[in-house]
Every structure is written in C-alpha cells, then in structure tokens.
C-alpha cells in the first residue's frame, strides 16, 4: 500500500538518481529527456520530496507531495499535447518522460488524497 511517506522516500530518491545520472550522461539516457534545466527540476524535486518524506510533518509532507504529484500530472499532460513545454525544453519531452511525469502525477495524487502518514 502507498504512503504519502513512502511515495515521497522512493519517488525523491528516483528523481535525485535521474537527475544525477542524467547531468553526467549527456543529452539522453533511455530515451529520457536530459538538459540541463530539466535534470536540476528532477533533483530539485527528489531533494524535496526526500525532506517531505523524512523530516517535514505530516501536514507538510501531505502538502508538498500534492503540490509535486499535481505540477507532474500537469507537465505529463501539457507534454501530450506539446512535448517542447512550450520552448521550456528544446529536444522536448520523450514519450517515457512523459510516462513517467504522469505516472509520477497519479501515484502521488493517489497516494496524497488516501493518506497513510505513518512509514
């Protein structure tokens, strides 16, 4: 069963490892859109959700990772219609991007709306 902890735990450390590997990888690992910009926006956002998932509240965590998990669902679904987000990318967004930004979006909404604090 997901937490809001468990998803901000093991989806930070993914997002940390993606955008780390992808900084030092060059412009595409697996497919996966790999700038510069985007990989800092991974790892800013695994830092954060690590935060949320080990040492914010819970009121926090439940905040920061509905805020995260609706701006991914966001991105994945503007990435189906324009997968350059509108000039933010300028190789745009592979389909696994845009897998994995929805997937990231679904699991956390789910997650966030169900709360099991305690992980």
């Not at 914010?56 to 995260?68: E, K, N, S, Y």
């Not at 701006?71 to 509108?86: I, N």
């Not at 967004?93 to 845009?98: A, E, G, K, W, Y």
């Amino acid at each position: 069963m997901i937490s809001v902890r468990v998803y901000d735990r093991w989806g930070g450390a993914g997002l940390v490892a993606l955008g780390a590997v992808g900084s030092f990888a060059g412009l595409a690992v697996l497919t996966l859109n790999s700038e510069t910009i985007h990989d800092l926006i991974h790892f800013a956002a695994g830092v954060l959700l690590l935060w949320a998932g080990w040492r914010a509240t819970d009121g926090q965590a439940l905040v920061w990772t509905r805020v995260l998990a609706a701006v991914f669902l966001v991105l994945g679904l503007a990435a189906l219609v324009e997968p350059e987000l509108f000039g933010l990318f300028t190789f745009g967004l592979s389909r696994l991007d845009t897998l994995l930004h929805l997937l990231y979006g679904v699991i956390g909404l789910w997650g966030a709306w169900r709360p099991v604090l305690p992980g």
